[in-house]
Each structure stands twice: as C-alpha cells, then as structure tokens.
C-alpha cells in the first residue's frame, strides 16, 4: 500500500459527459502528479500541483483540468469526454524536491462508452 | 528532449531463470534520477527502486539487482531465479529538473514479462 489513495476505481460514462476524479496524497506530500495510462500513448504525465498551486503542465487537453485544495487533496476534472479518453488514471505523490520519490494511488480506470 | 527506451516490449521464461530488463535514458542534464516500477497485473504502479546521476554503485535486493552505466547511459534491472509472481510489466522512468520540469516521470513503453510454471 503506497499510502495514496484514488476513488473512484472504476467509472464507466458516455461521450460527453463530465467527471471528476479525486486523489488523496501520502501523509505529509505536498506534491500530487496526475498520469494517463493508454494503449497508444503509454504512461503520459498530464499535470503537477504543488502546495496547492499549479506547477507544470504536461500532455494535457484543455477539456481537461484540475485543482489541489487546502487539504492537499486533488481532483482531476475530464469534461466532453470522448472514447479516446478511456484510460487509467494514475495519481501520484511526493514530499518536495525531484529527488524524492513518487509514490502512486492504485488508479481510476475509466470507460466511456 | 529526454527519453526513455525499453527496447523489449515482451519477455517470456521459465520459473528460475535469470532475465535481464533494458533500459536506455537520453537527457541533457547532469543530475537526474532513474526508476523501475513494478505493474502487476491488478494495474498498481509499485515503486522499486530509485538511483541518481552521481550514484552509479549496482545494487542487490533479493532476487532484483539493477546495473546502471553513464558511459552507456543504461540501467538494466535483472530478476534472478524468476518466480511466477515476478509476472507484470516493468516500467523504467527519469526525471530530472531540465527544461524547467517539475519532477514528472518519462516512461519508457514497459517490458512485460510472463514467467511460467
């Protein structure tokens, strides 16, 4: 157990519709990574928030965003969702600097249909 | 640009042979850290080892031992006497602060290696 915690594990929805995905850091992390895991693309880093704020940004669509709140908690908004968009969702953390570690949640696979 | 290669997209032996994972990294900076994680087939990312630029000492945990070489920019993860339970695909990343990244990982494309009975 990593000590980060993702919900919802799995989430089936349609074309066009909108979801959120949440994620909960290890204890004391202040850093949260959101990934996308396709067939086509591989393990893709989408987005970095740190402290709350935004960090960097990476293969990320503009339907797409996401937010950390004061409790260091973050989610991952997909809106307009598209077949393509079906994917596991990792969601990783780490305490500070780029030597640390990151440690990931067990993922949200989502399907749409 | 930083990049990541895992040559070997699958990899199948028999339970108790030895079995080498490739990893080559291409990246501009001069301090930078390399991973392996583990992806069994219930879809967690495990971490299993982390390694940085200056440290190029082998290492030995159990069975896994990783080999990493600047001169040939590698780091190689073998599995000794593999077990049924090493099935998964294996995942080489980097990370390093270049061109203003953040931290994030760059993958390679994962070895997937099947170990049977």
């Known amino acids: 157990d990593s000590g980060v915690t993702q919900t919802p594990k799995h989430l089936i929805t349609a074309t066009g519709q909108r979801v959120t995905l949440r994620c909960s850091p290890r204890?004391?992390?202040?850093?949260v990574y959101w990934y996308q895991q396709s067939l086509d693309q591989g393990l893709q880093f989408l987005i970095q928030?740190?402290?709350?704020?935004?960090?960097a940004k990476g293969n990320i669509l503009e339907r797409f965003s996401a937010q950390q709140f004061p409790d260091l908690h973050s989610e991952l908004n997909l809106s307009s969702l598209e077949l393509g968009d079906s994917a596991l969702y990792f969601c990783?953390?780490?305490?500070?600097?780029?030597?640390?570690?990151?440690?990931f949640g067990p993922g949200t696979r989502l399907t749409v249909l | 640009a930083q990049k990541v290669t895992q040559a070997q997209t699958e990899i199948s032996v028999v339970e108790k042979e030895d079995v080498t994972l490739d990893c080559v990294y291409e990246?501009?900076?001069?301090?930078?850290?390399l991973f392996w994680y583990k992806q069994p087939p219930s879809g967690e990312l495990v971490f299993l080892i982390r390694?940085?630029?200056?440290?190029?000492q082998n290492e030995i945990s159990g069975r896994y031992s990783w080999n990493f070489q600047k001169s040939t920019s590698s780091f190689n993860f073998t599995i000794t006497a593999s077990q049924v339970v090493d099935s998964a695909v294996y995942f080489c990343?980097?990370?390093?602060?270049?061109?203003?990244?953040?931290?994030?990982?760059?993958f390679g494309k994962g070895t997937k290696l099947s170990v049977k009975p």
């Open positions: 204890s004391g992390d202040l850093s």
């Open positions: 990343a980097l990370t390093s602060n270049y061109g203003g990244s953040q931290g994030n990982l760059i």
């Open positions: 990246t501009r900076d001069t301090t930078y850290y």
């Open positions: 390694r940085n630029s200056f440290d190029e």
């Open positions: 990783a953390s780490r305490t500070g600097t780029t030597a640390d570690t990151q440690y």
């Open positions: 928030y740190y402290n709350g704020e935004e960090r």
